[in-house]
C-alpha cells in the first residue's frame, strides 16, 4: 500500500523558514498527484497545495501563494513544500497527501481528492 512519512517539521521565529519533506512508498511515485495540507487549532484541516505528477502544475492557497513553493523529486520519491516568510498563522499540524489520479484541473483542494495520507508533522511559528 502507499505509505507516506513527513519530516522537517519544527520551531522557527515568524520571518524564517521551514522545508518539509514527504518520502513515499509503495506506488509508483511518478504517478502519485500530491498535496499537502494542514491543521491549524481549532479549525478544521485545510488545502495549502498540490503538485501534478511531474511538477509541472502546481497550485496554492491564496494565503501561501507567494511565500511557499511546492516540488518534488521523483527520483528520490519525495516531494517538499519550501516555506518562506513564516507567520504565527501558519502554525499547524501538516500533512502530505497523495491520490493515483492525475491532479485534477479543478478538484483538487478537498480532502476527499486524496486517498492516502502522512502522520502529520508539527510547524510552530514564534511571534
Known amino acids: 500500500q502507499v505509505q507516506l512519512v513527513e519530516s522537517g517539521g519544527g520551531v522557527v521565529q515568524a520571518g524564517g523558514s521551514l522545508r518539509l519533506s514527504c518520502v513515499a512508498s509503495?506506488?509508483?511515485?511518478?504517478?502519485?498527484?500530491m498535496a499537502w495540507f494542514r491543521q491549524r487549532p481549532g479549525e478544521e484541516r485545510e488545502f495549502v497545495a498540490a503538485i501534478s505528477w511531474t511538477g509541472s502544475r502546481t497550485r496554492y492557497t491564496e494565503s501561501v501563494k507567494e511565500r511557499f513553493t511546492i516540488s518534488r523529486d521523483n527520483a528520490k520519491n519525495t516531494m517538499y513544500l519550501q516555506m518562506n516568510g513564516l507567520k504565527p498563522d501558519d502554525t499547524g499540524a501538516y500533512y502530505c497527501?497523495?491520490?493515483?489520479?492525475?491532479?485534477?484541473?479543478?478538484?483538487?483542494?478537498?480532502?476527499?481528492?486524496?486517498?492516502?495520507w502522512g502522520q502529520g508533522v508539527q510547524v510552530t511559528v514564534s511571534f
Open positions: 509503495g506506488f509508483t511515485f511518478s504517478n502519485l498527484a
Open positions: 497527501a497523495a491520490t493515483r489520479r492525475p491532479l485534477h484541473p479543478t478538484h483538487y483542494s478537498a480532502q476527499g481528492d486524496y486517498d492516502y
